[in-house]
């Protein structure tokens, strides 16, 4: 990513990263929400999700380009291992390696904190329209994750009903006793660059 920096989110980035989602939520199918939510939401969503896993964005020539995250796959204990991934990616930095440059930060954090299991959940169709493609299946395909489950019509939007697919992708080894996952706080100092 020429000109390029990933970086851990603040919440005085809320109102940019809700520029890059809003689209999302207006325009396509890729999100399920129906209303874009507030920069006081978006604050709070960041805010929460830095409490235990990262919160990434990507710059370009000084602008925001995109985000990931990750976040709790179930609260059960012994899920510990396992989170949800999440990018967005500027409409007009789509295809430009935004997104994979994203995904290998998280992942490199997440590694850290002792992560092994990496899960997608996106939304999917069988005849690709104005509101949802199955670019992002291809796209979490060429990064290592494989589809491990998938519900039939489960999301309703723009008048039409959605599949929905897991993606899976394991970044580390599943030992007898695995070692105790750690906050995102407690390996960001441990985080050089990214």
Known sequence: MEDSTIRIATKQDAAKLLE????????????FEYTVPTVQEFENRITRTLEKYPYIVAERNGEIAGYAYAGAFKERAAYDWAVETTVYVRNDQRKT????????????ILSTQNIL???ACIAYTDVEDPYLSNDSVQFHEHLGYRIVGEFYQ?????????????????????????????????????????
């Open 20 to 31: 890059i989602y809003a689209p999302y939520v207006e325009k396509t199918a890729i999100t």
């Open 97 to 108: 390696g935004i997104g994979r440059a994203l995904y290998e930060a998280l992942e490199k």
């Open 117 to 119: 299991n990496l899960n």
């Open 154 to 194: 489960c999301g309703y939007k723009f008048g039409r009903w959605y599949h929905m697919v897991w993606m899976e992708k394991h970044i580390g080894e599943h030992r007898e006793h695995p070692a105790a996952v750690k906050t995102f706080g407690e390996v960001r100092g441990l985080i050089a660059d990214l």
